[in-house]
């Protein structure tokens, strides 16, 4: 069962397809090169993969449900973040998006996608890519635009907009189809202050 696989999916039985994808597709090829199966399925059990791939990082739970805080500060393009996105349900995301854009374009992104995304909050330097595909693609959906003004408080602002718009059943999603450098050291450094600050939100938004 996926459930015997920690990485591939959630306690609460969510299952990320494109990781199963990823890891079916590795178990054919090994198997195809004459590996044991028993082998290479609990090689595959006990694989750890690296950081800040859709990892759950805070959870607030309340009695109506849990809002959890994922971050995929890895999906640094259009391509892993549509995968990012298409893990979860209809309008059930609130996705932290935006970064250094290196001329990509998300219209499209933004129109397969619309269906799962409650709200977004725009971080980054170069947010106009990203406000254009939601004006073209969906404008609907709710936006904040995070002052790219202050790099230290950056993710702070950002965690607390998207907490604002988050009810128990969604995921605070931190996908930005962006790389990091504008504003954050590297992806990772990206991701542990994303981490950081959904705990501290948590925190402080426990139920007494």
Not at 177 to 183: E, K, V
């Given at each position: 069962q996926v459930r015997d696989f920690p990485h591939l999916c959630e306690p609460d039985g969510t299952v990320y397809p494109h990781l199963l994808a990823d890891a079916l597709a590795a178990l054919a090829l090994v198997l195809g090169l004459g590996a044991d199966l028993d082998h290479a399925v609990q090689s595959l059990r006990d694989f750890t993969p690296g950081g800040h791939r859709i990892q759950t990082v805070a959870v607030r739970h309340t009695a109506e449900g849990d809002i959890r805080f994922v971050d995929d500060s890895?999906?640094?393009n259009a391509h892993a973040a549509a995968a990012?996105?298409?893990s979860f349900g209809f309008k059930s995301v609130v996705w932290i998006a935006g970064g250094l854009a290196k001329g990509g374009r998300f219209e499209q992104l933004v129109?397969?996608?619309a269906a799962r995304i409650k709200a977004a909050v725009i971080i980054g330097a170069d947010q106009l890519p990203m406000t254009e595909a939601f004006a073209a693609s969906a404008p609907d959906i709710?936006?904040?635009l995070i002052d790219p003004s202050d790099n230290e408080t950056v993710m702070r602002r950002a965690v607390e907009a998207a907490g604002a718009y988050?009810?128990?059943g969604d995921v605070v999603l931190m996908a930005p189809?962006?790389?990091?450098?504008?504003?954050f050291v590297s992806y990772a450094d990206r991701g542990?202050?994303?981490?950081?600050?959904a705990r501290e939100w948590v925190r402080t938004h426990a139920e007494a």
């Open positions: 890895k999906a640094t990012s996105l298409g129109a397969d996608q709710p936006l904040t988050a009810a128990p189809a962006c790389a990091s450098m504008d504003q542990d202050r994303f981490a950081e600050q």
